[in-house]
Structure formats: C-alpha cells, structure tokens
C-alpha cells in the first residue's frame, strides 16, 4: 500500500488535517504543542467516481478502491535531534513511507499559539528540513561504522554502499536534503535502502484559514505567506504544493459526499483539499490506476506510470506476472459509451495487448495467464 508522512511543527493543523483524511478523529488536536504523543495511522480510500460506474455496469458485489496510508508523528521542534520535544522519537515511524506531506502554517490567529510565537511558514519549513536532514545524518553515519567493519572482509555490496555514503554525507553537511544529491541512477537506486527521510519526494501542504481559502486558491498571490511557500517549492527539487484548510476539512467529516460538495461550492472551491491532496500525491510519485471489474468486484489497483502489463498483473498476484499470457484492455472511456465489454469489442475498442504493452490510467484490464 502506498504510504505517506504528515510532518509539521506543532500548532499548524496537521493532527486536524490527519483527521480529516481519515474521516475519524482518532489523533487528539489540542490547542498546545506536543498534543500528539504516539504515531497515528490511518488508512485514506482513493477517491474514483469510476469505480461506481463500472460497479453498476457489472453487477459487482463489492467495489474495492485504491488506499493510502496516512502516518502522522508528534510535532517537530528546533533541537529535535537533541532531544527537544517529542516528534523526533517517531521519525523512524515515516522512514518506509513513499513521500512526505509537511504542514504549514499560513494563517494568523491569536487563539491558536504557535510554538515560536509568531507565524513564518518558511522558518518552519527551515526548522523542519533541518531536523531530518539531522536525522538522516545521524542515521548514515550509524550505517557507516557497520558497512566499513563488513567492507573489510570484502564485502562487495558494503563498499558500493559506502561510496554512496561518502557522497551523500558532505552534501547532508551543507544543510542540503538528500534528494537533491548529484547522484547517478545506480547510486540512487543503493540510496533508497536507506530509507532517508530527506531522499523523499514532498508536499507542502500550506494550511489557510477558511475565510482565505477560496481566495487563495484563485488568485495564491494574495496570501504572500502562501506565495513564498510555493516560491520555496518551485526552487527545490522534487517538491510541491497544495492549499488546504484543515479546519474546512475537519467540518466535511461527518457531512455526506453531496452536502460536501455543495458545502464547498458555495464558498467558492472546486474540489476538498482532501482529494487535492490524493492527487497530489499521485502525480508527485508519477502514479495512475488501471481498473479490474466483474460481477464478484470491482477494484482499482495503483501502479506507477510506464508499468508494463506483466508488472501490472503482478500487482493482482504473482502468479499472474510469471504466467502472463495476454491483457485483454479497453479505456474506461470507451468502456462507459459503448455501455458493456461486448458492444466494446464489436465497436473494436477492446485490445489484446502483450507483454511490452504500458498500462494506461483508467485501463479497465482482464488478464489472460497459465498458473
């Protein structure tokens, strides 16, 4: 299951925005720092209008969507490596997550105090950054006195790794995330097992309060504390943003889907920040879905872009990738106006494709395989 981290200083709504993903209130959100003591998890359903579509075109039974798992960690604070606050004793909790999604404070309110007194988005982001780069730090230098003691008995893989190692340390030093190391593909490759908390792809999710929302979404230069943020992003690697206002977010949980939308659409948003933030993720990692349904279920399953069809039917099984024979695919598009697979395959929308053929998103997939 895909996975992703909520990291934040404490006070700027990432407990309420953890809440609101997960539709529960499970993590305590308290005016004061430290509020959340142990890591929460939660597991988010992928929003996919498609799947009821075909559910209802099928007679399925079940429909079954894609998930991501939520964690959220105790707020970080400035000295966390040292032993400041709390946060720092759950990061190894978000270490084999896929991307971070860091919190940010972009909204003044007196009530609600702030670790450091006053509101700077950057500042934070600054603290946070550096305590994981900290983190990470103190974690290969730990995995560096083990791989030197294997390397000399000659141990081939330990020495690749501490090339790697020697690389990515000075680069640390300079207060520089891992992510943006100038590294080759095979050195990349070695540093994912270190499961580095700066080598992941992130999200910065810059929490407004509601009046600003609609505002801030249209028209971002209006909030600056929003516009120096997606500055920031622009200039690092491999990071974006969204807007969102956990609050707003908070208030949806226990409204249906049509009140929600109606809700939202009279404050002048499109879409919740919550699917905003799904989507996000998705195209931060480069991920889409093809599509499986029948009469017993109907199911969304997740792969990243450019799998190839046996890939992508080993994500169902592995028996289906080692006896892949063939993929009997048509788009969703396709699917829904020609109103059933057989009228698709007279209309010669449906396709047998092999083992070189690149899954689309929204493929509605049967696999063909010997056991």
Request: overall charge negative; proline content about 3%.
């Amino acid at each position: 299951m895909l996975k992703a981290g909520i990291v934040g200083m404490p006070n700027v709504g990432k407990s309420t925005l953890f809440n609101a993903l997960t539709r529960n209130r499970n993590a305590e959100a308290a005016n004061y720092p430290f509020c959340t003591i142990d890591p929460n998890v939660g597991v988010v359903t992928v929003p996919d209008p498609r799947l009821e579509v075909l559910s209802k075109m099928s007679g399925s039974e079940k429909v079954i969507p894609a998930a991501i798992e939520f964690v959220d960690i105790a707020g970080l604070v400035q000295g966390a490596s040292e032993g400041a606050g709390l946060g720092n004793k759950f990061l190894a909790n978000i270490r084999e997550t896929d991307a971070i999604v860091q919190v940010v404070r972009c909204f003044e309110n007196d009530d609600i105090i702030h670790e450091l007194g006053t509101v700077d988005p950057l500042r934070d982001i600054e603290i946070i950054n550096a305590e994981l780069i900290l983190a990470d730090h103190a974690s290969l230098m730990k995995r560096r006195v083990s791989r030197e003691k294997k390397s000399r008995g000659n141990d081939k893989e330990a020495k690749k790794e501490l090339e790697v190692i020697d690389k990515i340390l000075p680069h640390l030093d300079e207060g520089k995330p891992a992510i943006t190391a100038d590294i080759n593909d095979d050195d990349y490759e070695i540093m994912k097992e270190f499961f580095l908390l700066t080598s992941k792809r992130t999200i910065f999710a810059c929490n407004v309060s509601e009046d600003d929302l609609a505002d801030t979404i249209n028209i971002p230069k209006d909030n600056s504390m929003v516009a120096r943020v997606q500055q920031y992003a622009e200039e690092t690697h491999g990071a974006e943003i969204i807007i969102i206002s956990a609050r707003i977010e908070e208030e949806l949980i226990d409204v249906s889907p049509e009140e929600a939308k109606e809700f939202l659409a009279d404050m002048g948003v499109v879409d919740s920040g919550f699917s905003t933030m799904i989507r996000s993720v998705y195209k931060l990692l480069g991920l889409s879905t093809y599509l499986t349904t029948g009469e017993k279920e109907t199911r969304a399953w997740t792969i990243r872009n450019g799998t190839k069809a046996p890939a992508a039917a080993g994500v169902i099984h592995t028996d289906f990738e080692r006896g892949f024979i063939a993929a009997e695919v048509l788009h969703y598009d396709d699917y829904v106006e020609c109103e059933s697979k057989s009228a698709a395959r007279d209309a010669g929308k449906l396709r047998i494709e092999g083992k070189e053929y690149e899954v689309k998103d929204g493929d509605v997939i049967e696999f063909r395989f010997n056991v």
